[in-house]
């Protein structure tokens, strides 16, 4: 079994639990709105809101990582990835921060040159991430996704 069909498989198992965490609070939600005590409608329905709002943070989730999956394949099909692998590293294993930054400089000035180019944006997005700056780079990635998507 590969590595990827084994975390895919995990991701799978784990979607799947929490559809069935969802249901059975569901069901509690219900039932205790069901009773129609104050106190228990109102701690029903709270509690309703929680498997709706951890539904759609599973579903985002997994339509931002597929969207993502879809980008790496065609940038490692176009030969674009970032080679990271003569970086210097700390002795946890990340990149250091100088040579993160330079990374960053080349990425980026690639990104002025050709600003409307998703590529250029997924690489900027994985630049943002080696240099541990994991909110910017989710933005780069979401307007890499905008940008493929438009063709």
């Known amino acids: 079994m ?10 799978a198992f784990l979607c799947l639990a929490m559809l069935v965490y969802f249901v059975l609070l569901g069901r509690i939600a219900v039932g205790m709105i069901g009773s ?21 943070a599973m579903v985002a989730t997994l339509r931002a990582g597929f969207a993502h999956q879809k980008l790496a394949r065609m940038i490692a099909d ?7 692998s003569a970086l210097p590293r700390r002795p946890s294993g990340r990149i250091q921060r100088g040579a993160a930054d330079a990374l960053f400089d ?4 690639e990104l002025e040159d050709d ?17 541990g700056d994991r909110r910017r780079a989710r933005e780069a990635m979401r307007t890499a996704v905008q940008l493929e998507a438009q063709g």
């Open 78 to 84: 176009d030969g674009m990835e970032l080679d990271v």
């Open 2 to 11: 590969t590595r990827t069909l084994r975390i895919q498989l995990l991701i």
């Open 106 to 109: 080349t990425v980026r000035s």
């Open 115 to 131: 600003p409307d180019n998703w590529r250029r944006w997924y690489r900027l997005a994985r630049a943002y991430d080696y240099a």
């Open 36 to 56: 129609g005590r104050g106190a228990a409608v109102g701690l029903g329905v709270a509690i309703l809101a929680m498997p709706l709002l951890g539904l759609w």
